[in-house]
């Protein structure tokens, strides 16, 4: 059952609310993805500075990812009670408690706490954030609008760390965290602009939001159980990708500025490839063969990854991640979206979150596990034929559906 306050426009005042609501979400988030991919940067030098070991800095790192763990279901009941406005801002209040906490406690005490707060904030805002996407179209649309998100963030993940990097060269960490919490700061104004659909609150009670209610939807929704396994794979291979190609490459000699562009082209294709996710899907047919194709370009680029030395070769598997991890995210959110009711849209969202952390703390741990055993190369190739048997069982199970 929805609130009272309920919103009856026009076509055209639709319209012109979404658009302002798409731009308003797309900034908040990008000025967060600023500041959670300039932590990536950020926190190992602080850590460093502060003497600490290898372990200790592992445990550091990790702790942004514990409260999402916990607590993404119950933050998408959150966000559909008190609607996407109200937890955004709540989010980006966070973050800047966070930060701030980081610049004035200095030692490890204020780094974890900031770390905690931060990881939880940048869940809120993200969940809130695919929530009121989701409820701005349908189809074709929504595609569209999944994929320029996506575009945004990305935008975001590239200049954080250049950023960073400008601030550690020229003041150390000295300053770094306080800027930090300006640009959250800004992101919650900006939420502000929010109007209509993303203000409003829908009841749910706790058997449409809880962990017993999101279980049992996996188990009957065919579209969820297909959102869950596309993000799981694309963050597997992201995770295995981003964590140990420097290591590969820089255990073959091969120079730290070619190391830097073979990352930052995968990542470039990704952000290429998404605003013509909604193209893409009519090219290929629909969703199900979209999903075929991302999870094919990802395993054939994991698979040979570790069996050339060649650069080029290299930058062309590098592409193929990139396509893959490319449309694997905002097509996982779509199939999602147009899978549940608006009213349990949140949780389920959260729910896919809550995969999507759980295998991006994973998946570092399980190749570095397999590069224990038999080397980069058969690493490599496993992980890339893991996802070859998947891309197998998701076109069995799900090539004959309509999603």
């Not at 609130?3 to 797309?26: I, K, L, M, T, W």
């Not at 999101?214 to 869950?228: A, E, F, K």
């Not at 990352?263 to 199900?288: E, K, N, Q």
């Not at 979209?290 to 990854?305: F, P, Q």
């Amino acid at each position: 059952m929805q609130s009272n306050h309920s919103y009856h426009r026009d076509p055209s005042g639709r319209a012109s609310e979404a658009s302002q609501n798409f731009f308003a979400v797309c900034l908040s988030l990008t000025l967060c993805f600023v500041v959670y991919s300039m932590l990536i940067v950020a926190v190992p030098v602080y850590g460093l500075q502060l003497g600490a070991s290898p372990l200790v800095l592992g445990a550091v790192l990790s702790a942004q990812y514990l409260l999402p763990l916990v607590l993404a279901i119950p933050l998408g009941g959150i966000v559909s009670r008190f609607g996407g406005r109200a937890t955004l801002l709540a989010g980006a209040g966070i973050m800047v408690a966070g930060l701030l906490s980081m610049h004035a406690w200095y030692g490890y005490a204020g780094l974890v706490t900031g770390q905690l707060l931060v990881g939880l904030a940048h869940l809120q805002m993200v969940l809130a954030a695919q929530t009121i996407i989701s409820n701005l179209g349908t189809g074709p649309r929504l595609e569209q609008y999944f994929g320029w998100y996506a575009t945004w963030l990305s935008g975001g993940q590239v200049i954080g760390p250049l950023l960073a990097g400008v601030l550690l060269k020229s003041s150390g960490t000295e300053y770094v965290f306080l800027v930090m919490a300006l640009f959250a700061l800004v992101s919650g104004v900006v939420t502000l602009r929010l109007t209509g659909q993303a203000r409003e609150r829908i009841h749910v009670t706790r058997k449409q939001a809880g962990f017993r209610a999101q279980w049992q939807l996996v188990g009957s929704n065919r579209g969820v159980q297909l959102s869950i396994l596309v993000t799981v794979l694309g963050m597997f291979a992201l995770g295995v990708y981003g964590s140990y190609l420097p290591v590969y490459l820089e255990s073959l000699a091969i120079s730290p500025l070619i190391i830097g562009v073979l990352v930052s082209l995968r990542a470039g294709v990704s952000m290429l490839v998404r605003p013509f996710m909604a193209r893409i899907i009519a090219l290929a047919g629909g969703r199900v063969p979209t999903v075929m194709l991302s999870l094919g370009t990802l395993a054939i680029g994991l698979t040979l990854l570790g069996v050339s030395e060649k650069v080029m070769l290299m930058a062309a598997l590098a592409m193929l991640v990139g396509i893959g991890s490319g449309l694997t995210q905002p097509l996982s959110m779509v199939i999602l979206a147009e899978s549940v009711e608006r009213e349990r849209r949140a949780g389920a969202l959260g729910m896919r979150l809550m995969a999507n952390r759980a295998v991006h703390f994973l998946a570092p741990l399980f190749f570095g596990l397999l590069l224990e055993l038999s080397g980069f190369t058969l690493a490599f190739a496993a992980s890339g034929i893991l996802i070859g048997f998947a891309l197998i069982l998701t076109h069995r199970l799900f090539s004959s559906g309509n999603l």
